[in-house]
């Protein structure tokens, strides 16, 4: 007998909805043959068997959401099946589940916390060994080897966060939990707003429609709760006069005509980032644990919004591409995003992300750090607009861009630094071929 795994399809999944099943109970598989889809968070991928067999069970339904990584979902058998499996789904169905209720009833245990080893109690859930943790917490304990079921939490209900590892040492039994205790019950001032339910903050029923939330929108709201959170982050702005580019686009446009590709004010972005990036490295860093991250190429993921959420395909070593390669990739993979086919690689691992709100008439806006990027731009709309020119008013197209900021290794004059790199490239966009 074969246990079939929840696969992990990337090194941040924990968990996926199976979206569908392409054998069923009784069919003979082969290594290679497609099994499954799952739906991550952020696109849908094939699952192939690794052995050979006969599908004896299938123990999670078809579009049961929240399957933890490495959850049994099928069995194969070399000779028939057995009736035994048969009611694990009943049983697994749930488990796969079990965080949503969790988060719900995190709050109970929280009150009768005063002795400190208590304090690290709402990190796990009642009914399992699950641990409350922020992805980047995780990913810090195990670079330290840290036992988070050691850890107490400081975050909201208990959670694990980054503090709380950067404070733990490996082996530890419970040496951080006397300074975060105090800190528990901090956020529990704001707990009922995070588990109240509109009737009770006073929104009728029936006057609204619930949306449930697709794993996509899950993970997006959690990681960029934890990224505004734990990332010390702050902005600056820059205008930007646009005509010049706007005249040399046009021009590039019609020698690329008869080649079927159009070059956008966005790809002349993401170009010049790539090329700023590179004259300031500096900003082309991520913070970790160990020290500074300096990046070897410029990886632009930008940002493009999809059903349900928003995801940020990358352009590889961007600083070494034209413009016409940049705005075919682009294109491609914006498609391809918005039918949930990018491949994990295509948007993971980004080294630096812009996100454009022009197109709907944004002025300016500030966005918040991909982890574990050093910096974001946010891009506003050009628009006709009175500038000084000597002592003289002059009409012109000015676009304003905003970088945020990861205090931690993008301080304030690197970020200044960058936008002054950044800035003649699009002003006079003769220097990004040069």
Sequence with gaps: MTDILMPALSPTMEEGTLAKWH????DTVSSGDVIAEIETDKATMEVEAVDEGVVEALLVAEGTEG?????????LAGEGGAAAPSPTPKTETPAAKAPEPVKAEAPKPAPPTPAPQSAAAPARAPEGDRIFASPLARRIA??????LGSVSGSGPHGRIIKADIEAARPGQTKAAAPSAAPVVSTPASTAPRQVQSLEQMGIAPGSYDLIPLDGMRKTVARRMTDSFRDVPHFPLSVDIELDELLAARTKINAMLEKQGVKVSVNDM???AAAVALMRVPEANASYTPEGIAMHHHADIAMAVAVPGGLITPIIRSAETKGLAQIATEAKDLAERARTRKLKPD???GGTFSVSNLGMFGIKSFASIINEPQGAILSVGAGEKRPVVRGNELAIATVMTVTLTCDHRVVDGATGARWLAAFKPLLEDPITLIV
């Design 23 to 26: 054998v069923k109970v009784g």
């Design 67 to 75: 399957v933890k990584v490495n959850a049994t979902i099928a069995r």
């Design 142 to 147: 195990e670079q330290k080897g840290v036992d």
């Design 269 to 271: 972005v993401i170009k």
């Design 346 to 348: 295509e948007f993971q």
